[in-house]
Structure formats: structure tokens, C-alpha cells
């Protein structure tokens, strides 16, 4: 199959360009490298710099192949600057967003993946979130990729394509037999900040709160292995070209940790001392999210195998040694 993944070059974008293409598929990158970066990708994948600001670019990746699907995942992640700073996320989530689904109509691009978050949910109303759960999100992030979740719906009536919103739960992990991924700088994410922790490279981490209702006080999230997000983002393309039919799901595990679980398991596998201190709860963190996964598996028959935390905190701790060593942290 012919890919094009726009965010190819980004910490998901490029794991799924690596799974995808170990399945034999042809693919194109088309990056802006705002964040991510070439080195990311092998060479021989295709790459195209450009922005989902320019028709002009987008459309002349899209006339460079006839491709069966693309698939989107160049969009800021930052739940808290989208807050300070929504029309940075209006331009880039949305605007782009809205540009990538009318070029691929344009240029008859049938078949959309499109990375949304579990951020369109809110807060949990309960847990574990299934799909059918309100979508009340409470940051402007989660409303950006609300806002192209309900276009591709109505795109999807109105201009025939077919989509799948995958709603990620926390992504975290790197693909453990291919070290070279280059980290994220400024990180905003707790994995990589406790990872920043364990290399000095930072003095302390910051704890937000610990009087969450939760056994240690501290939030739990679903931590989901990137390499099994890129193996939902496979099946959910076959799932959407064999049976003709859209798809909105989660990709998560259902097995929650707190932020102390991390902490702690980063002191076994690094052997190093995490500082801490607890500073105030930051505002819009609920105490549990957690997926539920069945919808995924019932449809695309996904269900996540390399997402336990000892997987994922050795498979970053791997990654960010391997960063420090070539001085790229
Ligand atoms: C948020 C989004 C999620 C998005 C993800 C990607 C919401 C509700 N969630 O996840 O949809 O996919 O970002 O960026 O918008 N923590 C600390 N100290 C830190 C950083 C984090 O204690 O320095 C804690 C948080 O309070 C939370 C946990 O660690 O309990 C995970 O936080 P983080 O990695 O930022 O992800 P989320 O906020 O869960």
C-alpha cells in the first residue's frame, strides 16, 4: 500500500513510519520539522518538506504518488500551552487539519487516519472511557482535535472518504530495537521529564499533587506502548478500506499507573535517584484515565503486547542513553 503521513518525522509519526514500512508498504513522509526530525526516518523512505498551512505543498505531495490512504499526525500536543496560547493551536490543529481533508478530496485521497487523543473525552465521567462516553473536552487541545474528529464525519457524508479517529491514551516507550529516535526537546510529558530527571539534565521533577483520589495520591494514566499505536494505526487502515466503513476508537491498555509507579520503576531500571518535590495539582488533571479497549478489539482486533511498564520505561531509558551518548539531549 502507498502511505503518505503527514508528521512522519514526529515521535509517533515515525515509529508508525517504521512499522509500516516493515510490513512492506511504500512510504511517503511529509514533515514541516517543527518538532520532528529526518534523522528519525531511514533512507529509504521518501521525504517531502512541508507545511499543513500550505494547499500549495500538500497538494504537490499529493499529485507525486496515487495514494490509498494518509495518514495525519503533524499536530501540537501540549494540553497546557493550548490554553495560553489557543491560536497556535487554531492555525496548526485545526486549520492544517481542515487543509489536509480537502486536499485529500482534491486530490482523491480516499482514506484518512487521523491521530486524535483521548483529550475529546474530558473529564471521566467515569472509567474506564469507552467510546460512547461524552466528548466534553476541557482544554483547547482536546476541542483542536475534536473540531477535525466532527470534520472528517461530515466530510465523510458529504465528499465519500473514510476515516478512523484513534483517540491515543498516554503514548509513551520507543521502538526498543532501533535506538536511534531522536527525543523530544522540551518535553512536556511525564516520562520524558523523569527520564530529563535520571540524567541530570534536570534538577528535580515536579509532582502535581498527591491528594488525587488514587492508592498513592498520585494521577494514573494509560500508558501506551507507541509501537502498539502504530500496529492499531495498520489494522485501523485495514479495517476502514475492507469493509468501507469509519471508525472511532480508543488505543489504550486499561491498566493504569500513578506518577509514583513511574518514579519508581525509572530508579530500578536507570539505577539512578529521581528528585522530586509535590507542587500544586496542575489545573484540568483528572486523578484516573484509563481506556477501554474493547471496541478495538472486537473491530480491528488490536489489543496492545508491548505495553507493560517495565517495556516502556526500558525502552526509553534505552532511547534517551543513546541521545545523551551521540549529545543530542
Ligand atoms: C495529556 C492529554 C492527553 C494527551 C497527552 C499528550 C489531557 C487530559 N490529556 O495527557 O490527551 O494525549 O497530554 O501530550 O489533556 N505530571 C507530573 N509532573 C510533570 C508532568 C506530569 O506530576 O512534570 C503528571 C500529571 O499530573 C499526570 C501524569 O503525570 O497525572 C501524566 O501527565 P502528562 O504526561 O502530561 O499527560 P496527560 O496530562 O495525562
Not at 27 to 38: A, E, H
Not at 173 to 182: A, H, I, L
Not at 268 to 296: E, F, Q
Request: glycine fraction near 8%; aromatic fraction near 10%; include cysteine.
Amino acid at each position: 500500500m502507498k502511505i503518505l503521513v503527514v508528521g512522519g518525522a514526529g515521535y509517533i509519526g515515525s515509529h508508525f513510519v517504521l512499522a509500516a514500512s516493515k510490513k512492506g508498504n511504500e512510504i511517503t513522509v511529509f514533515d514541516d520539522l517543527s518538532s520532528g526530525f529526518k534523522s528519525n526516518l531511514n533512507d529509504n523512505i521518501s521525504f517531502y518538506k512541508g507545511s499543513t498551512l500550505s494547499k500549495k505543498e500538500l497538494d504537490s505531495v499529493m499529485l507525486s504518488d496515487n495514494f490509498d490512504v494518509a495518514v495525519h499526525l503533524a499536530a501540537f500536543k501540549a494540553a497546557g500551552e493550548s490554553m495560553l496560547n489557543p491560536g497556535k493551536y487554531a492555525t496548526n490543529n485545526i486549520i492544517g487539519g481542515l487543509n489536509l481533508i480537502e486536499s485529500c478530496v482534491k486530490n482523491n485521497i480516499k482514506n484518512i487516519i487521523f491521530s486524535s487523543s483521548a483529550a475529546v473525552y474530558g473529564t471521566p465521567r467515569y472509567t474506564p472511557i469507552d467510546e460512547d462516553h461524552p466528548l466534553l473536552p476541557i482544554n483547547y487541545y482536546g476541542y483542536s482535535k475534536l473540531t477535525i474528529e466532527q470534520n472528517l464525519k461530515w466530510f465523510s457524508k458529504l465528499k465519500g472518504i473514510r476515516y478512523a479517529s484513534l483517540r491515543y491514551f498516554n503514548a509513551a516507550g520507543y521502538d526498543s530495537n532501533c535506538k536511534k529516535f531522536q527525543v523530544e526537546s522540551d518535553p512536556q510529558n511525564l516520562i520524558p521529564l523523569v527520564m530529563e530527571v535520571a540524567l541530570e539534565k534536570r534538577d528535580h521533577l515536579e509532582v502535581f499533587g498527591d491528594d488525587y483520589a488514587t492508592p498513592d495520591g498520585t494521577g494514573i494514566r494509560d500508558y501506551i506502548h507507541v509501537t502498539d499505536l502504530a500496529e492499531g494505526h495498520l489494522a485501523s487502515i485495514d479495517y476502514i478500506i475492507n469493509n468501507n466503513e469509519n471508525l472511532e476508537i480508543n488505543l489504550g491498555t486499561g491498566e493504569g499507573f500513578s506518577v509514583l509507579d513511574i518514579i519508581k520503576k525509572t530508579q530500578i531500571i536507570s539505577n539512578k535517584k529521581i528528585n522530586y518535590v509535590v507542587s500544586d495539582r496542575r489545573s484540568g488533571d483528572p486523578d484516573i484515565v484509563l481506556s477501554s479497549s474493547k471496541k478495538a478489539k472486537q473491530l480491528i482486533g488490536w489489543s496492545p503486547t508491548r505495553s507493560d511498564l517495565d517495556n516502556i520505561i526500558k525502552s526509553t531509558w534505552a532511547t534517551y542513553n543513546y541521545n545523551m551518548k551521540a549529545n543530542k539531549l
